[in-house]
């Protein structure tokens, strides 16, 4: 008689629920060892809150209830805080989406992970270190040694995710919560991690998996949990679902994923598009540059550096661009290699050490402040992460108006119709940053970066923290006040999909130099670097 190995996870009817109200209704769910199951959804459909009922971490002010509620055998249904410490960590790892506000600014990389091997494990200091450094070196951590000593706001958004994980596979767990563990990470680094995900899993470590990403579900998910108000309205294995999906609203999930999609195509379906699994089906045209025309936004022969311990580390090395009215350059790249660096200097955020940066043909890099400071309103900027970049003392109301151009700033509707147009609801000016989504803090981030009515918008990231239909419907307005405004977007991203969706032209960079530039559908169907062709060949993609 064969032995039936024993599920990791099993949950019967569990429901969560703040006041009076539930927010999940009835979810039942099994995992057993080496499987990963998915819950794909859009914002708010109960994802996140499912997953951290399931480690009683749903909120002091939640109630939880569950016919069953079993983590590697031991029952849960009563635990008390005691007994979830012992679940924690040990029979259970957690990778949360928000890696900023999960790592202990004050404890360094190395402490963070090495605490539960010194309180849990009892291991000496030298095992200790040894561990760590090989945990850092497995998710793709440079320098790991050095790694070890830095706080987590000395990281970029991809170099803290993978502290993350690190942390969350410390004590190898029999099963691992995963919530949209490769949101902030570059292609390269996310292959490196989803295939490191596949090794833990190979050695029999159950996942559940929280992505809005489908296409890394695609690649990874043995089966797919659709979630919507709360409800799995449908599951099945991954390549069912994603083929041949049942509901209608599974359809206008995958219809709205943008990689394959032909520039200017819309991708906020209607019904008819989405039952075909496809959006709009022919392209809109997009506005396209006038050849001849002298760049709106010129950067040339810029070079930047940073003090490291033992010298210095150029961060830019010799970048030349050209950005024009109507048109969107993608730049492209691992986490490291200088994007956001590039996306300062435009800004006149970071002064160059050599090179220049020239504003419709005037000289912008180099003026002091005083003098630039007239001019500022016209590139608007959208940032990797929206919620370090707003004040969490002031409503988004105040945050948008603030930026608000002008005479306009007083006018009655100003605030709400910014909030209209990014998908928001015009009571959210009346909320913090703090009490928002992901996904609606970097609607928010849009809405400010349009205030002034810019004439170019340097977008770093602005759809990464968003579920599928959210993000089809801030790359369709991005499209469309493209085509109104005429506006210029420097899109940065290390979604490849969203690049190739979007841009006109792409940019690579590799270690601080741009390595390959070109006419998008050339860079992604037809490379001419080695370094490019490796990121197209990492970057995953839906079965279409």
Request: charged share 25%.
């Amino acid at each position: 008689m064969t032995n039936t190995p024993a599920p990791v996870l099993e949950v019967s009817q569990l429901r969560v629920g703040f006041g009076g109200a539930d927010v999940v209704h009835g979810v039942d769910l099994t995992i057993m060892p080496g499987e990963c199951v998915a819950i794909v959804g859009e914002s708010g459909s109960g994802k996140s809150v499912t997953a951290r009922a399931l480690l009683g971490l749903a909120g002091a002010d939640s109630h939880t209830s569950a016919q069953r509620l079993r983590i590697d055998g031991v029952e849960l249904r009563a635990a008390t805080e005691g007994d979830w410490r012992g679940v924690r960590g040990r029979r259970a790892g957690l990778i949360l989406q928000d890696a900023l506000g999960s790592l202990d600014p004050l404890r360094t990389v190395g402490r963070e992970i090495e605490d539960p091997l010194r309180i849990l494990l009892r291991l000496p200091a030298a095992e200790r270190r040894e561990r760590v450094l090989r945990l850092l070196a497995e998710v793709g951590m440079p320098d790991p040694a050095l790694a070890i000593g830095r706080r987590s706001g000395e990281l970029s958004g991809g170099l803290r995710q993978r502290a993350l994980i690190a942390a969350a596979i410390a004590l190898d767990p029999p099963l691992l919560i995963a919530d949209e563990p490769t949101t902030a990470l570059d292609v390269t680094v996310q292959a490196r991690i989803l295939g490191l995900l596949d090794e833990i899993r190979e050695r029999g470590t159950g996942m559940l998996l929280i992505s809005h990403d489908l296409a890394v579900v695609a690649r990874t998910a043995d089966r797919i949990l659709v979630m919507r108000q709360g409800r799995i309205i449908e599951s099945g294995a991954a390549r069912d679902v994603l083929e041949s999906p049942r509901e209608e609203y599974t359809r206008s999930l995958i219809a709205a994923v943008p990689a394959d999609i032909p520039r200017g195509a819309r991708l906020s379906a209607s019904p008819a598009a989405a039952s075909s699994h496809r959006p709009s089906p022919a392209p809109r045209p997009v506005a396209a540059p006038v050849a001849g025309v002298a760049p709106l936004l010129e950067l040339s022969h810029l070079t930047k550096t940073f003090s490291v311990p033992g010298g210095r580390f150029a961060a830019v090395d010799d970048v030349s661009l050209s950005l024009r009215r109507g048109e969107t350059l993608g730049l492209v790249g691992e986490s490291g290699s200088g994007k956001t660096t590039v996306a300062r200097l435009a800004l006149a955020l970071t002064r160059p050490d050599r090179g220049t940066v020239r504003l419709d043909g005037e000289e912008w890099s180099t003026l002091d402040e005083r003098r630039r400071r007239p001019s500022r309103r016209r590139i608007g900027a959208i940032y990797q992460d929206p919620l370090g970049s707003f004040d969490p003392r002031w409503t988004v109301g105040r945050l948008i108006a603030d930026a608000v151009d002008g005479p306009r700033r007083s006018a009655p509707g100003a605030v709400a119709a910014l909030l209209e147009q990014v998908g928001l609801a015009a009571s959210v000016a009346d909320r913090r940053p703090l009490t928002l989504s992901g996904g609606q803090r970097q609607r928010v981030a849009l809405a400010r970066a349009l205030a002034a009515s810019p004439e170019i918008v340097i977008c770093d990231e602005p759809v990464s923290a968003l579920d599928v239909t959210i993000q089809a419907q801030i790359l369709d307005l991005l499209d469309d006040l493209q085509r109104q405004r005429g506006l210029a977007l420097l899109f940065i991203s290390h979604d490849l999909g969203v690049v190739r969706h979007m841009a006109d032209r792409v940019a690579v960079m590799q270690a601080g130099r741009l390595v390959e530039t070109g006419d998008a559908e050339q860079v992604f169907t037809r490379p001419q670097h080695a370094y490019t062709a490796r990121l197209v060949a990492d970057s995953p993609r839906l079965p279409r």
